[in-house]
């Protein structure tokens, strides 16, 4: 096949092959920093893949609503076990510091995203440890109680895969620091995510 079509069921199948492995790698190893060091580098591979993830393919919302990123769900299990998406961002778009409540892994496509890292505190509350920036051919990790935040101003269309044991909408055991309150806050499932499995 060529063109468009052939470019879709290239993608279909470069995420089913990367998807298989990750799943092999937790099978095998279970949910760990080394594991999940191991599922980062499964998914750069794919990040790399720049031929199957052109903006034209995964735009970020149009610049003048009322968001500035949305998710596009890549692959599932029908148990919504490993979820796979693409997060595109144009402009700004920050959120609070958060958990997981399931293992994440971010790498990046194209474009910056700025990640704020934390540690909690013995007080119930948190403390910002550092900064990382997840940009083309890098990722982060996170076990499922560790916090993030991303904090990204993307002056061009921004593209990373965000990897997750569970689907987002499963989550709901999430939560978020809320620090004008200083309390944790249940974290809102996401509704800006657009279906973009394809069957090859
Ligand atoms: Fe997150």
Redesign the pocket.
């Known amino acids: 096949m060529t063109g468009q079509g052939g470019r879709a069921a290239a993608r279909v199948a470069a995420i089913a092959e990367v998807v298989g492995r990750v799943r092999a790698i937790e099978g095998r190893q279970g949910v760990s920093r080394e594991s999940l060091e191991a599922i980062r580098a499964v998914l750069l591979e794919l990040a790399a893949r720049h031929d199957l993830f052109q903006p034209e393919y995964f735009p970020p919302p149009t610049p003048g609503g009322p968001r500035q990123s949305c998710l596009y769900r890549l692959s599932e299990d029908d148990d919504h076990r490993f979820a796979l998406y693409a997060n595109a961002a144009l402009g700004r778009h920050a ?1 609070a510091a ?1 958990d ?1 409540a399931t293992w ?1 892994v ?1 790498v990046g496509v194209y474009g910056e995203e700025l990640n704020r890292l934390y540690r909690r505190t013995d007080d119930g509350g948190i403390e910002e440890t550092g900064t990382a920036i997840v940009g083309p051919g890098t990722g982060l990790t ?1 076990l499922p109680d560790e916090l ?3 904090d990204i101003d993307a002056r061009t269309p921004m593209l990373n895969f ?1 990897m997750y044991g569970l689907a987002l909408e499963q989550l709901s055991a999430r939560r978020y620091y809320s620090a004008g309150e200083r309390t944790w806050r249940h974290f809102p499932a996401r509704t800006d995510i657009r279906e973009a499995r394809l069957r090859a």
Do not use: D, G
Request: charged share 0%; glycine share 0%.
């Open positions: 959120n958060h997981h994440a971010i996170f993030h935040s991303l965000h």
